[in-house]
T-cell receptor, first 110, second 112 residues
Framework: DVKVTQSSRYLVKRTGEKVFLECVQD?????MFWYRQDPGLGLRLIYF???????EKGDIPEGYSVSREKKERFSLILESASTNQTSMYLC?????????FGDGTRLSIL | GENVEQHPSTLSVQEGDSAVIKCTYS??????FPWYKQELGKGPQLIID?????GEKKDQRIAVTLNKTAKHFSLHITETQPEDSAVYFC???????????FGTGTSLTVIP
């Protein structure tokens, strides 16, 4: 079974901090995705990657960056956290099959 | 780009009744339509999907129908049980492995 692991379930940070969210998948999938989930807005794509060292902007990339140095790991970076980035963050991966999601990181920015 | 709309945003049904969630999409090139279920504290899990060359697919109590002409697809849950209570998301895409375009979700509550 595919496993997508997000390093933290809950995270509290302060405004202006640089925040790293980590995601690891164990199925050798080429594609990885970062979403944020907010009530009434569904899942919005932040960034995705089709291969190591490759990245593509999603629908809401502003204020975020990503890093994919190894195939199994995809990191989301908040360069200077702001309160409007308080949200649930979901990572997903896929090969030729539908996306598999991790259980999410609930991030609070104070 | 693709735009997926999902209705209703909330749905309450009595245990044993049926539930229907509807989605519309805008891009006629979309050909794969998955449905995800998200339970409290968990990430979304794929529960059923349908491709554009099929009009209906069923898996026990859940079924999905697709109308390509009208560009809409629906999730049907029969004989609902309390464990069906969750948030359900529809999605559309041109390629299984690529970007999915998600609806805004339906919070389903099954009342015992």
């Amino acid at each position: 079974d595919v496993k997508v692991t997000q390093s933290s379930r809950y995270l509290v940070k302060r405004t202006g901090e640089k925040v790293f969210l980590e995601c690891v998948q164990d199925m050798d999938h080429e594609n990885m995705f970062w979403y944020r989930q907010d009530p009434g807005l569904g899942l919005r794509l932040i960034y995705f990657s089709y291969d190591v060292k490759m990245k593509e902007k999603g629908d809401i990339p502003e204020g975020y960056s990503v890093s994919r140095e190894k195939k199994e790991r995809f990191s989301l970076i908040l360069e200077s956290a702001s309160t409007n980035q308080t949200s649930m963050y979901l990572c997903a991966s896929s090969g030729n099959q539908p996306q598999h999601f991790g259980d999410g990181t609930r991030l609070s920015i104070l | 780009g693709e735009n997926v709309e999902q209705h209703p945003s909330t749905l309450s049904v009595q245990e044993g009744d049926s539930a229907v969630i509807k989605c519309t999409y805008s891009d006629s090139a979309s050909n794969y339509f998955p449905w995800y279920k998200q339970e409290l504290g968990k990430g979304p899990q794929l529960i059923i999907d349908i491709r554009s060359n099929v009009g209906e697919k069923k898996d026990q109590r859940i079924a999905v129908t697709l109308n390509k002409t009208a560009k809409h697809f629906s999730l049907h849950i029969t004989e609902t049980q309390p464990e069906d209570s969750a948030v359900y998301f529809c999605a559309a895409t041109q390629n299984t492995g690529n970007q999915f375009y998600f609806g805004t979700g339906t919070s389903l509550t099954v009342i015992p």
